[in-house]
């Protein structure tokens, strides 16, 4: 059980996530905890090759856990897609001593995490860091339980607007080819619908729902949108139904950055810290390639393959409720 590694370094990288602070913060203190020499690479990939690279204490990532963003900042780097730039980044981590990474991001950033642990057979281990949720192995990522608090919160007050003026409001929100987002927060926020990237591939949902007279006995609808080429996103859907049903008074609402931000919610502080435990844990145990998941309230290591591969199916289940619980 006992490794040998006595360095490691911890980024964030890719969009930033709530929780992202409190994974640093347990990473670089259960590291420290075990002998290990922990560094903070700040700006992901791209302070990797450029050598942004500082030693932490225990109280370098003091009073962050409430905090949202990354104190270590991310960024997207085109350099770590070439071989030269990953090059760069491995003579950086020699430099330091760094015998082992932390990779705190998505699927991009943990797709570049295995390459970069194959070219170089270095041990990494990845964090699950988004609000999609949009990785498979694990039944949620960092950052995702905050989001959908935000989005949660943001429709109640939509629906004081939507149910004051009797309209139809399309709320878009992030997801990409995911539609967890749009699909819970529709639950939880009582809205009507949710068009989803993974049910528009099938059929055309805004049709059906047109058909059905969205909520025939309501005085307002709300129906979440995930932002997706597929879907074709709220504003698109909402000019369809200004030309083909100009009786309903369309509003369109896209959250954006916002669902991004804030303090991250107790459950994504928990999972946060449970996580980076885990993958100093996962380290000692001279695991690599594999990304911290939770299933059934425990920790699993999922290989980098699997985590990305897209292959997640929606909750039939949840479809259910929405579709039950909205007539
Ligand atoms: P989010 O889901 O929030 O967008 P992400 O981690 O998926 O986060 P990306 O922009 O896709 O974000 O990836 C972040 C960085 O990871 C990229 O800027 C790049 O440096 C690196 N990366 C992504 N894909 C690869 C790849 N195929 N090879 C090497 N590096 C990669």
């Known amino acids: 059980m006992d490794s040998n590694i006595k360095s490691v370094g911890v980024l964030t990288s890719g969009g930033d996530a709530p929780g992202m602070n409190a994974a640093i913060r347990a990473v670089t203190r259960a590291g420290i905890f075990n002998g290990m020499k922990v560094y903070g690479i700040y700006r992901g990939y791209r302070g990797l090759i450029s050598d942004e690279i500082i030693e932490f204490k225990t109280n370098s990532v003091s009073n962050i856990i409430q905090q949202g963003g990354t104190m270590l900042k991310t960024a997207r780097s085109s350099e770590f897609l070439t071989e030269e730039g990953r090059r760069l980044a491995y003579e950086n981590m020699r430099k330091h001593d760094i015998e082992a990474l932390v990779v705190i991001g998505g699927d991009g950033s943990l797709t570049g995490a295995g390459i970069f642990a194959n070219e170089y057979n270095i041990p990494i281990v990845g964090l699950p860091g988004t609000i999609d949720n949009d990785l498979s192995g694990t039944d949620t990522t960092i950052g995702y339980d905050t989001a959908l608090n935000t989005i949660m919160q943001s429709m109640d007050k939509i629906r004081d607007t939507a149910t004051s003026h009797e309209r139809l409001f399309f709320i ?5 080819n995911c539609g967890y987002l749009a699909l819970n927060s529709a639950v939880a926020s009582g809205a009507e619908a949710a068009i989803i990237p993974e049910i528009s591939i099938e059929k055309d949902q805004l049709g059906e729902l047109i058909e059905q007279g969205f909520r025939k006995s309501k005085n307002s609808s709300m129906v979440l949108v995930t932002e997706s ?4 996103g709220a504003i698109k859907l909402a000019e369809r139904v200004k030309t083909e049903y100009p009786q309903y008074d369309v509003r369109v609402s896209i959250l954006g950055h916002l669902q991004r931000g804030g303090s991250p919610t107790a459950q994504d ?9 885990a993958a100093i844990q996962a380290l000692m145990e001279n695991q690599r390639n594999v990304v911290m998941g939770i299933r059934e309230n425990e920790i699993v290591y999922v290989p980098f393959k699997r985590a990305i591969k897209k292959d997640r199916e929606i909750s039939e289940e949840m479809l259910n409720v929405l579709r039950i619980s909205s007539i």
């Open 172 to 176: 878009e929100v992030m997801g990409r």
């Open 229 to 232: 080429e597929v879907t074709g």
């Open 269 to 277: 502080r928990i999972l946060a810290s449970r996580m980076g435990i």
